[in-house]
């Protein structure tokens, strides 16, 4: 069982940053491929970046791919998402998510294990 807790998130102007982290209370996160997912209100949740159990391997989504950045540090069993350039469409809950894939991926259904999330709201 993992368990996973993002932090982060908050209000920011529209060509600012964000740093969202991702720890897990329970569970190993190296045993996982991770990914970063968000939802805006009204529309289905969406793929944003996945990385690989070593980190060696990322994932993007073509909307944030050169803005966003996925990154690890197993030591500290914990998943970044360095957010930069924000948009205003880039507002929505940010949710962490596990999966027992082998490597990162977009498929919602593979990811057995979700936070939360963290809302995100960029200001024009």
């Known amino acids: 069982q993992v368990q996973l807790v993002e932090s982060g998130g908050g209000l920011v102007q529209a060509g600012g940053s964000l740093r969202l982290s991702c720890a897990a209370s329970?569970?190993?996160?190296?045993?996982?491929?991770m990914g970063w997912f968000r939802q805006a209100v009204g529309k289905e949740r969406e793929f944003v970046a996945a990385i690989s159990r070593h980190g060696l391997t990322t994932n993007y989504a073509d909307s944030v791919r050169g803005r966003f950045t996925v990154s690890r540090d197993n030591a500290k069993n914990m998943v970044f998402l360095q957010m930069n350039s924000l948009k205003p469409e880039d507002t929505a809950v940010y949710s962490c998510a596990a999966s027992r894939a082998i490597s990162p991926h977009s498929s919602v259904s593979l990811y057995d294990y979700w936070g939360q999330g963290t809302q995100v709201t960029v200001s024009s």
């Open positions: 329970s569970g190993t996160l190296s045993n996982y491929v």
